[in-house]
């Protein structure tokens, strides 16, 4: 009994029901409440003197008209509509006018019970949005008037009026004061549910990536053997029967070492986050000594390096597996921009999270790069296997970073790896503010 009446009050904060129903379906059950309520309230008017005989039927017919409506929504919801922000504050308009008729017939704003009035601005900021509620908040205001105005005034209220100048400007504020807070309140709970609901999906998403990874790591094992030993059959028959430049042989053999690549790349592609051991690792110099070591291997590679602004840009990373993105990511870049086409790598710090950005000057992202973006084995290129960005991406998650793919204004891509930012304890008079300017910038050109 006790959680039927905690649901009659429950929040229309439904993830899986549209919320224009989940509200409209939460408005019919607190109506019930109310109609009974409203039903309850006539003996003790009639008896204090505030609803007289010839008031009555048209009181009586007002309640019933809302327990019709009641019941007619009521039936419509059970089709299973898609209803609308629309749906909810004509409902909403209709209570507050039905309201407001029944307590001008019973005294108006003089009504004891007149502030009933104000749940409506709760509920009108709460479950409208935008212009609509803005909207509803103008229908209650014309009720106020309208309770003030033109309501009637029973024999057991007279002589006990407070002036209405007093009166109306008091339910005025009072009925603004409820909308603004409760505006703010529900503008709060949306952002927290959509946030919920973001970090639901994320999670659902990482442990099918962790299930995919385990059974990649499982397929990398198990054909590893068997691969290997197809290798070694093949250079055999090629050596017994004198056949080391046969190109169907030489095509098998460059077949199973690619089989081998792939599986070499899904054996090392897969992370577990509760098995990375985090450093406070300062990014820019990180990330400075994988430029070097690209040049180094790569003599003809030109990787352009930028720490911008003054502020230490240390996070918390496993050194070698985001070594790994970095890398990943550069190469990406040149193979997108040409061998020879200078690559950008800038480190920045801003609003607590450290940014590393990683700029070609290739056509920019593909669209299926997009559209899949975060699954294993995407890839343009003709001899990719598509987990490189996967990698990376697997890596931002369990670092509870974030990997985002833009395309430049002037032509090229840019991978950007956002980081929380740990803050580093200095001195107050060593403490200065970053400066974003170029010309305060540290930049290591490497050409």
């Known amino acids: 009994m006790l959680e039927t ?26 109506r019930w409440v109310a109609l009974i309520a409203q039903l309850g309230t006539i003996l003790p008017a009639r008896y204090f003197g505030l609803l007289e005989d010839e008031l009555l039927i048209p009181f009586a017919a007002t309640i019933a008209s809302l327990a019709s409506l009641n019941v007619a929504t009521w039936l419509w919801l059970r089709g299973r ?40 601005a709760v509920l009108g900021s709460l479950l409208l949005e935008g212009r609509l509620s803005l909207y509803f908040f103008a229908v209650l205001i014309a009720c106020l008037g309208g309770i003030q105005t033109l309501a009637y005034i029973p024999r057991g209220l007279h002589g006990k009026l407070v002036p209405p100048e007093i009166l109306f400007p008091a339910q005025m504020l009072f009925s603004f004061v409820f909308w603004i807070l409760t ?46 030993t197809a290798q070694l059959k093949l250079r055999r028959l090629a050596r017994n029967h004198g056949l080391e430049g ?22 090392g592609s897969q992370l577990d986050p509760d098995g990375l051991s985090l450093d406070d690792v300062e990014i820019d110099l990180l990330v400075e000594q994988v430029c070097r070591s690209v040049m180094q291997a790569n ?54 999270v450290v940014d590393v950005s990683v700029l070609d000057q290739g056509s920019g992202w593909p669209e ?32 509870g970073a974030e990997l985002n793919l833009e395309d430049r204004t002037t032509g090229g891509a840019i991978a950007r790896i956002t980081l929380p930012a740990v803050s580093a304890k200095v001195s107050p008079t060593a403490a200065v503010d970053e400066d974003p300017s170029p010309a305060a910038a540290r930049a290591g050109a490497m050409t």
């Open 5 to 30: 009446i905690r649901s009659l009050f429950a929040p229309p904060l439904s993830a899986e029901t549209a919320q224009g129903t989940a509200k409209l379906a939460w408005l019919v059950r607190l």
């Open 81 to 120: 509509p898609q209803a609308g922000q629309a749906h909810v504050l004509l409902q909403l308009a209709t209570d507050a006018i039905a309201l407001s008729l029944m307590l001008g017939m019973t005294g108006g704003a003089w009504n004891p019970v007149a502030p009933i009035l104000f749940v409506h």
């Open 183 to 228: 505006a703010w309140l529900s503008r709060t709970l949306t952002s927290l549910q959509s946030h919920f609901l973001v970090l639901r999906e994320r999670k659902t998403r990482i442990d099918r990536l962790r299930a995919v990874g385990a059974l990649a790591a499982g397929l990398s094992h198990e054909f590893a053997t068997p691969l290997n």
């Open 246 to 267: 046969d190109p169907d042989l030489e095509t098998a053999a460059e077949a199973l070492t690619r089989c081998g690549e792939v599986l070499k790349h899904m054996a």
């Open 299 to 352: 003599p003809a590679a030109r990787v352009k390096f930028l720490a911008t602004g003054r502020s230490p840009r240390t996070a918390l990373v496993p050194a070698v597996a985001f070594s790994q993105a970095v890398l990943n990511l550069i190469d990406n870049a040149r193979q997108a921009g040409g061998e020879e086409a200078p690559v950008e790598v800038i480190v920045s710090r801003h609003a607590g």
């Open 368 to 399: 299926v790069v997009r559209r899949h973006f975060g699954e294993p084995f995407v890839t343009t290129k003709p001899d990719g296997v598509g987990l490189g960005l996967y990698y990376v991406y697997t890596l931002a998650g369990a670092l």
